[in-house]
């Protein structure tokens, strides 16, 4: 049986922080600070162990990289942790694809 890591695109991205969910950007600090999702928070994929106890369990949370290679592999690690984790289809290139609002800076 393959275990198939749970993604969203960003249209559900969208919806999901529209009602208040957490979005964690697992890129590096440099990435981060040329573009990100508003709202997402900074923790590089190298940190997110040692961080884990910073999210919250009773909430889904959201998995955002580049174009989702990391957050797939960070989702994985968070849903093994207990955490109803998703990655996101695409990543931050997706995001800017579909013309959305985007943060610059950190």
């Known amino acids: 049986m393959t275990n198939q890591t749970p993604e969203v695109d960003v249209d559900q991205l969208a ?9 964690v950007d697992v890129r590096e600090r440099g990435e981060y600070a040329q573009v990100h999702v ?10 997110l162990t040692a961080r884990m106890t910073e999210l919250d369990k009773t909430a889904p949370v959201y998995v955002i990289c580049a174009s989702g290679n990391r957050s797939s592999a960070m ?8 955490l ?5 289809t695409g990543g931050t290139q997706a995001w800017v ?10």
């Open 97 to 106: 694809a579909s013309g959305r609002a985007v943060g610059v800076g950190l």
């Open 75 to 82: 989702t994985d690690l968070l849903r093994a942790n207990g």
């Open 38 to 47: 508003p709202g997402a928070v900074l923790i590089p994929m190298g940190h």
């Open 84 to 88: 109803d984790a998703y990655s996101v």
């Open 15 to 23: 919806a999901a922080l529209d009602s208040g969910a957490a979005l």
